[in-house]
């Protein structure tokens, strides 16, 4: 049967209807951004990426645990910028100018990506090589970086196998060498 309903109670239900539609709406977004980022770490776990953010308005520089393992930066070290200053201290001292110097040119702008290979020393594994990619985000009206993201991935085992195939390389040739000059002598 049908009934009249006062135009105030439809109008409470109808809120009602909206506010049950938001928590529905907003709970399949949580859970589509929860499996998101469980497929990312899950990802960036296989491939043994790290990731940091540095928010330099806020002045605070995010890393995630994998960043903290690969670098060996201990968790007392992870307030406002110090992962980025414990990042800058054990750069390789042969490779700390260039790098340093790639990274302005990422902030000043004269360089779009970073895509960086170098030798850093780590406090418990010593020497190690990283690769390095980084961007900027965002910047403000006079082009100055506000906040930059970016990866590091642990490439030592990579870079000693590289040394031993020119290590290889390097005796094969030499090896060659001298067979010829024995063939040489005997003719």
């Known amino acids: ?34 499996k998101s980022q469980a497929l990312l770490a899950a990802g960036s776990e296989l491939a043994g990426i790290g ?3 540095v928010d ?13 393992e690969l670098l060996g930066i201990h968790p007392s070290r992870t307030q406002g910028m110090q992962a980025l200053s414990f990042w800058m201290e054990h750069l390789h001292p042969d490779d700390r100018e260039r790098v340093l110097d790639r990274r302005r040119q990422l902030h000043d702008g004269s360089l779009k990506e970073l ?3 170098y030798r850093f020393l780590h406090p418990t594994r010593g020497e190690i090589w990283i690769h390095h990619l980084a961007r900027v985000v965002s910047r403000d009206a006079a082009g ?9 991935r642990d490439i ?7 040394e031993e195939l020119r290590d290889l390389s390097r005796r094969l040739i030499r090896a060659h060498e ?6 040489a002598r005997e003719l």
């Open 1 to 34: 049967r049908a009934r009249n309903w006062p135009d105030a109670l439809v109008q409470q239900l109808q809120l009602v209807a909206q506010v049950f539609t938001n928590v529905l709406v907003r709970r399949r977004h949580e859970q589509r951004l929860q």
């Open 51 to 53: 990731f940091y953010e």
């Open 56 to 68: 330099f308005v806020e002045g605070v520089a995010n890393v995630d645990g994998r960043m903290r």
């Open 115 to 117: 895509g960086e290979e």
């Open 144 to 152: 100055l970086t506000l906040k930059s993201y970016g990866a590091l």
């Open 156 to 162: 030592t085992q990579a870079k000693r196998v590289e």
């Open 178 to 183: 001298e067979e010829r000059s024995l063939l």
